[in-house]
């Protein structure tokens, strides 16, 4: 099985910043493509920012320039470093790898979200 984990969300100001991470655990043999999506109330998940295996970066158009995703592969982990936040920044953020694992399968996991709330 494989495990995503996340932390670092919490409440913070306009304007302010926040760093979340995700470590992803378990049968993993390697990882393609890990991800941040986020789900606002009574909106769908979108996606926020990809980052491939290669190092190729992709980001919603609503938070160029301002979030910056990146990985480690030796611990597994991916970061979102999320500044001059906005109060449509607010969601719950979501973890997503695409894992491959030893014994050859391979899936989409997800971990259990982390509430970001940015008010003043």
């Known amino acids: 099985q494989v495990q995503l984990v996340e932390s670092g969300g919490g409440l913070v100001q306009p304007g302010g910043s926040l760093r979340l991470s995700c470590a992803a655990s378990g049968n993993i043999f390697s990882i393609n493509t890990m991800a941040w999506h986020r789900q606002a109330p009574g909106k769908q998940r979108e996606l926020v920012a990809a980052?491939?295996?290669?190092?190729?970066?992709n980001y919603a158009d609503s938070v160029k320039g301002r979030f910056t995703i990146s990985r480690d592969d030796a611990k597994n982990t991916v970061t979102l470093q999320m500044n001059s936040l906005n109060l449509e920044d607010t969601a719950v953020y979501y973890c997503n790898a695409d894992v491959r694992t030893y014994d050859g399968y391979r899936a989409a996991y997800w971990g259990q979200g982390t509430q970001v709330t940015v008010s003043s």
């Open positions: 980052i491939t295996s290669g190092g190729s970066t």
